[in-house]
């Protein structure tokens, strides 16, 4: 992890230049522990906007460093660019100037690349860089970024799970989408936000026993000891999904 870790801080200082300001390692690497499919997470802040060539130069290059799936060498990168200028003051939505992961990699060799665009999940990366994170670069997260206010916060979750609402919205995603609406269950209960296994093993407890299985099986996926067939039970996938729904919808307005 350090090697791969020290080839993405020296190609963001080759593309950006004096322009960066920070880096900082989040998520699981930093809380829970990594798992065989976890993403490195680098939040990464720049002073100004980046160009559009500078963009596209940065995320070809880190394809270079990046795989999916995880091999001996190198794990899937996840790294979210950050201009200052855009987000201090903090605003919701708030702006990223560039995100890289592993799921665009066939769009980046077709030479697609997404321009700088509001996103509502940079309130709970933010939140989370602050809570647990490791300094690579520059000053710390809890120096370098504002606190997002609780009410932003909850919006962002509401926002995140208002994009699951049929089967083809989380088709091919299955497992990623059950636990990410047990993190958003955790941290509405208990203000915390808490590692994908840590939050399907809170929720486990806590769920009708007919809707266990689905997250019992996404867990195992995450933790690489079972198998991904979580798309061979649609119905049973979506009735957990429904209720995660419900449940979270009542929880966010009480």
């Known amino acids: ?112 690349i997404e321009p700088a665009m509001t996103d509502h999940d940079l309130a709970i990366l933010i939140s989370k860089a602050r809570q647990h994170s490791i300094c690579l670069f520059g000053p710390t997260a809890t120096e370098l970024y504002e606190p997002v206010p609780e009410a932003d916060l909850l919006r962002a979750l509401h926002d995140t799970v208002a994009q699951w609402n049929q089967p083809d919205d989380w088709l091919g995603d299955e497992c990623t989408v059950v636990l990410a609406l047990a993190r958003i269950w955790l941290t509405l209960s208990t203000g915390e936000i808490a590692a994908k296994d840590v939050a399907a093993d809170w929720l486990l407890e806590r769920l009708p026993a007919e809707h266990r299985p689905v997250l019992q099986t996404a867990r195992n996926i995450y933790l690489g000891t079972g198998a991904d067939d979580l798309g061979q039970h649609p119905r049973a996938l979506a009735d957990f999904i429904g209720y995660a729904h419900l449940q979270i919808e009542r929880l966010r307005t009480s």
């Open 1 to 112: 992890m350090n090697a791969q870790i020290n080839a993405a801080i020296a190609l963001l200082q080759q593309h950006l230049g004096d322009d960066l300001l920070a880096v900082h390692l989040y998520g699981s690497a930093v809380a829970g522990g990594l798992k065989p499919g976890s993403d490195l997470d680098l939040l990464v802040m720049v002073g100004t906007p980046l160009s559009d060539a500078v963009r596209q130069r940065l995320m070809r290059a880190l394809l270079n460093i990046s795989a999916w799936p995880a091999t001996e060498q190198l794990r899937p990168l996840e790294v979210t660019v950050l201009n200052r200028n855009a987000l201090l003051p903090w605003r919701y939505p708030a702006e990223r100037e560039m995100q890289f992961g592993e799921w665009l990699r066939d769009d980046l060799n077709a030479g697609r």
